[in-house]
């Protein structure tokens, strides 16, 4: 991924830091150290900055995702909404335990309210939002990504 | 009474004009061309309109210190970064009248003098953010946005920020922070973002909900405005309903409603889902106070009132329900989006999730409890920012509560 060609798409000032970033997230998958050196030349600024800003945020990833993650919101609508035993259906299902790193292809998280709480529970597999899941629907939702 | 959803469902929020219609962008066209800054900034003052973002800090007030100040530049920003769990409010205001939201904002910068303004929205509200852009480049076309407003010496320029996942950006400081592309940590107050803000320039921070209104009130006047709702904190609320009840969802209702009202009345939430009984209430999400039923007779307003009403928020939770489930749900949260800046709140967030964990497997005894309290102490006094503190309150309450379903 040419990740200078991202950068051109936009001015070289602070306050565009954050929007390149999430390009090259969303284009290159992740934001490494190589990454952040480029960007930190091109804004001018330390690597140290651009490194620290990269970490900094849930919606970036510094490292190339190797594991599918799985995430469930356990705020508490959906915890009302029984996410809790959505949780332990994954778990059951993929044999998997909630933040556990041991499976080599799949990693169980809890995630934050993402604002759809008229629409829950959520979850969230590969970055796609899964709303209004029932224990029952577990099964079938893995299925595409198993 | 409705100010915020008055003309939801019934505009395209995809076309500007259906909001001119509905006699939108007038309450601009007024104060750019017949109000000088100073009298905007009154007219707020005296409508009482305090802020929606969670603490109720009279608007107009803030807009003074901004104004005063003798910056040539200086800032305004939207804050629609809305991550406290169960508030979708300002996603909904964003998706349903984007323009409404837009000329607030542009009242306000031109109120304190702000050429540059930002809409810093939550990293999750990618199809909002679309929405407030086709907006703002209609909005751009018809000459409110840009510079020389409606022929007028007014300029105001608008982009739109998006975050990228972090909770503590909706913390005004961390969001400044975040625009100016550093950690979103919160910064040390004072000095206040009104005096020194975005790079270092007096900066105005308001939340969505908060400027939704000043079309109205421009329009309609003070006077008006300052007698909807309760007398020390104005105007109407969107109200967010979530758990046991028969009709979960949003409602606008004046401020100064009751919480037994908005949890029980036809109209809102039409009371408990059948077979299912009231417990408590937690009102303002993760950060809010558990409500027992002893006190539903507790009035939602910006008063120092026992328990504050924050973003708007209510979860009613039944009878049926085991708080360790809970318990789990706030320290989860609050342990993954603690920034890590200072230690009593990224080790006692910490604490408190492993502590969570191990209540929920049945491992945490009475005699634990004096450490629970501790950490619980040092979250609620001791913490650079809000956010630990946030995290201690619905625990504090849990511990006074039901101790005996907490502890073995
Ligand atoms: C941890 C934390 C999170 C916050 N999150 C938000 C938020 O998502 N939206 C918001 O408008 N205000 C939020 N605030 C409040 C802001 O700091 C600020 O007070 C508010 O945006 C001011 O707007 P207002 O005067 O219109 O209420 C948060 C505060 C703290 C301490
Ligand atoms: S209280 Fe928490 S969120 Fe606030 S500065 Fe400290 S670590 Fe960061």
């Not at chain 1, 979850?123 to 577990?138: P, T």
């Not at chain 2, 480049?137 to 320029?157: N, P, T």
């Amino acid at each position: 991924m040419n990740i200078q060609k991202i950068l051109l798409r936009f001015g070289p000032k602070a306050e565009n830091l954050l929007a390149a970033l999430r390009e090259i997230q969303k284009e290159n998958g992740y934001i490494g150290e190589k990454e952040s050196k480029q960007v930190a030349e091109y804004f001018g600024i330390s690597e140290a900055q651009a490194y620290s800003a990269a970490s900094f945020y849930d919606l970036l990833e510094t490292g190339k995702p190797v594991k599918k993650i799985i995430r469930v919101c356990s705020g508490g609508v959906c915890v009302s909404e029984r996410s809790l035993e959505i949780i332990r259906q994954v778990e059951r299902m993929l044999h998997i335990e909630l933040d556990n790193d041991a499976h080599p292809k799949y990693k169980l998280e809890t995630m934050s309210c993402v604002g759809r709480c008229d629409r829950g529970p959520v979850m969230e597999i590969d970055g796609k939002i899964f709303e209004g899941v029932r224990v029952e629907m577990v099964g079938e939702i893995l299925k595409d990504y198993i | 009474m409705k100010i915020i959803t008055r003309h939801w469902g019934k505009i395209n929020p995809l076309k500007i004009d259906s909001y001119i219609r509905q006699r939108g962008y007038e309450a601009l066209q007024k104060a750019v061309r017949e109000m000088d800054p100073k009298s905007v900034i009154d007219e707020v003052k005296k409508s009482g309109l305090r802020g929606r973002g969670g603490a109720g800090f009279p608007t107009g007030e803030k807009w003074e210190i901004a104004a005063r100040e003798k910056s040539p530049e200086k800032y305004f920003i939207c804050n629609l970064d809305e991550s406290e769990p169960g508030t979708y409010k300002d996603r909904l205001i964003a998706e349903k009248n984007p323009h409404q939201v837009i000329e607030g904002l542009l009242i306000g910068a031109y109120a304190v003098g702000a050429k540059k303004a930002y809409i810093y929205i939550n990293g999750r509200y990618a199809e909002q953010a679309e929405v407030l852009q086709i907006a703002l480049d209609q909005a751009r076309e018809k000459e409110f946005v840009g510079s020389g407003i409606l022929g007028s010496a007014a300029d105001v320029e608008i982009s739109i920020h998006q975050g990228a996942g972090a909770y503590i950006c909706g913390e005004e400081t961390a969001l400044l922070n975040s625009i100016e592309g550093k950690r979103g940590e919160p910064r040390l107050k004072p000095l206040f973002p009104p005096v020194s803000g975005l790079f270092g320039k007096p900066t105005i921070v308001n939340n969505a909900e908060t400027l939704a209104n000043l079309p109205y009130i421009i329009r309609h006047g003070a006077q008006n405005y300052a007698e909807i709702g309760s007398k020390t904190s104005p105007g109407t609320k969107l109200f967010l309903l979530h758990g046991a009840v028969k009709n979960p969802g949003f409602f606008e209702a004046p401020l100064g409603i009751g919480l037994r009202e908005l949890i029980f009345a036809k109209e809102y939430g039409g009371g408990m889902k059948s077979g299912k009984e009231f417990w408590f209430a937690q009102a303002g999400g993760a950060s809010g106070r558990l409500v027992p039923s002893g006190k539903l007779d507790q009035v939602l307003t910006y008063d120092n009132c026992e328990y504050p009403l924050g973003s708007g928020s209510v979860l009613v939770v039944d009878k049926t329900e085991d708080i360790k489930d809970y318990l789990f749900s706030w320290a989860d949260f609050f342990h993954r989006e603690s920034c890590g800046k200072c230690v009593p709140c990224r080790e006692g967030t910490y604490r408190l999730w492993e502590i969570a964990k191990r209540i929920r497997n049945g491992d945490i005894r009475e005699r634990d409890r004096e450490n629970v309290e501790d950490i619980l102490w040092t979250l609620g006094n001791t913490t650079f920012c809000p956010l630990g503190k946030f995290a201690s309150v619905a625990w504090s309450d849990a511990m006074k509560m039901f101790p005996d379903k907490i502890f073995k």
